[in-house]
């Protein structure tokens, strides 16, 4: 490896990182918070996220036991379908979806398939990791792949690598179709418009490399009776997969969505992540700790990724409004040591004992960027009442769950200033998203992102008070200084 510019300084460090940037970094977002002179709509850090060697270890073996989880809940429900598991299971994860939504799903021909890309969305608490979201359609790809080639130039060692992010996906791709050159039709919808550009980053990316993967609008498909193509340097190519970066519950406003599904049905096109809109549900992490399935998870779940996963996914409830018989309650939920018989006693909560989160499940523009998260003990008690009867309104449409809520621990890190011209840190805390990629049915660490946040904010996602970096592992940060000092 070369040696890194030794001679940089902080807030050189940061400068040459935001000059190599594209104006946006690759997303668009609300810019009229930052500040102009600053190419990335986020705080820019002179070094990654560091983590230890122990939470790096621990991240490794998250990915196989998050890929054993996917194909665990695929199977729960479809035995739930054909009676051999509780019919509550499906009819839980059915709910408020079309016909034709659910009817692909079951499909035997996609049956097996799983999502090729795994990202959670894990706070960093004192007690470890908590798993907050589990995304099978996940932005970020892009922009966390461009600013890691930026922190690489640097002479920082990173997890995944200066270009895993871009070149192992398709990669994963081409192993599902078991060809050496698939073409690969990266389609994002209108829905989808704010992650175009990244998108439209890493296909050029790949592109570059000779491998053929294009970005495109789902309008941009033409087809015949033998299959899709795609329009190219004034001639047409066949494509082998499309990776679809929209979202089901925005399905019918998908311009060529009838011929896309017509030939994966016909199997001459692969469509992934698969069309299972079940699979996309936050609801998984309550049914992970519903008693009734714990001897589903034992016997289909590895005893280690089970531990694992028990460690990590908080305490989860459907919000379902259907009576309890008298001598029920709603298991594990006692909010100030009380048994609950149904959810009323949520709305009259102590701000203390409001320690929740309330969220749409899925299949729902609502469900989309943490659009419709409320944290209970940051509003006051009438609209925290107004959100529980919302979301207890709403099960037949769009459920709701409830979590509990995880501080993240506070961790200092330094960003340039931009507005002052110097250095500057924040106490923040730090939400990880580790992007694992699916390669013949072993998941891979391609790359991860951390985002630290303001410590006032309860809701952690990417925002333009937020630093915004790749992470590494602790014990190459004593190497990157050795370096660096001699």
């Known amino acids: 490896m070369t040696s890194p510019a030794t001679a940089l300084d902080a807030r050189q460090t940061c400068l040459q990182i935001n000059s190599r940037s594209p104006v946006g970094g690759l997303f668009q977002g609300d810019r009229t918070q930052v500040h102009p002179d600053s190419h990335l709509p986020w705080r820019i850090s002179p070094e990654p996220f560091w983590l230890t060697p122990q939470q790096a270890a621990y991240l490794e073996r998250l990915g196989p036991a998050l890929n054993e989880f996917h194909r665990a809940i695929n199977l729960l429900y479809h035995q739930s379908t054909r009676g051999l598991q509780p019919a509550w299971v499906h009819e839980y994860l059915d709910q408020g979806k079309p016909g034709e939504i659910i009817e692909l799903g079951r499909m035997n021909r996609f049956r097996s398939r799983l999502p090729l890309v795994i990202r959670p969305d894990l706070l960093v608490t004192e007690q470890g990791f908590c798993l907050v979201e589990l995304d099978a359609i996940p932005g970020g790809m892009g922009f966390t ?9 640097l002479g920082y060692s990173l997890i995944g690598g200066a270009h895993g992010l871009a070149d192992e996906l398709y990669s994963a791709i081409a192993a599902t179709v078991q060809m050496d050159r698939p073409t690969v039709a990266l389609l994002v919808s209108d829905e989808s418009e704010s992650y175009r550009e990244e998108m439209t980053w890493l296909s050029q990316r790949l592109l570059d ?75 998984w992490l309550g049914l992970f700790h519903h008693p009734l399935l714990q001897e589903f998870w034992t016997k289909e779940l590895d005893s280690e990724h089970l531990s694992l996963l028990q460690e990590v996914i908080p305490r989860t409830w459907i919000m379902d409004p259907r009576p309890l018989p008298p001598h029920a309650v709603i298991p594990g939920l006692h909010p100030g040591g009380r048994a609950m018989g149904n959810w009323e006693p949520l709305k009259h909560l102590t701000k203390k004992q409001r320690e929740y989160v309330l969220k749409p499940s899925g299949f729902s523009h609502l469900a989309y960027e943490s659009r419709g998260v409320s944290v209970g003990h940051d509003l006051p008690e009438d609209e925290w009442t107004a959100r529980i009867q919302q979301a207890l309104d709403s099960f037949h449409d769009v459920p709701y769950v409830l979590q509990e809520f995880h501080k993240a621990r506070r961790t200092t890190m330094s960003y340039y200033d931009f507005g ?53 592992i602790a014990e190459e940060q004593d190497r990157f200084d050795r370096e660096r000092s001699g």
Not at 145 to 153: F, I, L, T
Not at 209 to 229: A, I, K, N, S
Not at 246 to 275: C, H, M
Not at 423 to 448: D, I, K
């Open 145 to 153: 792949a461009q600013v890691s080639e930026r922190y690489a130039e």
């Open 209 to 283: 490399l000779g491998l053929p993967m294009y970005c495109r609008h789902p309008r941009d498909v033409h087809f015949d009776q033998e299959g899709l193509y795609l329009c190219h340097d004034g001639g047409t190519e066949r494509i082998d997969v499309v990776y679809r970066f929209f979202e089901l519950f925005d399905f019918k406003n998908i311009p060529k969505a009838e011929p896309i599904i017509y030939f994966a049905k016909k199997n001459q096109v692969r469509i992934t992540p698969p069309l299972k809109a079940y699979l996309e549900e936050k609801l």
């Open 420 to 472: 002052e011209d110097a250095m500057a840190s924040m106490n923040g805390r730090t939400l990880l998203r580790p992007y694992y990629y699916v390669h013949a049915g072993t998941p891979r660490l391609a790359g991860m992102q951390a985002v630290v946040c303001p410590p006032d904010k309860k809701v952690l996602h990417g925002m333009a008070d937020a630093i915004l970096a790749p992470c590494a």
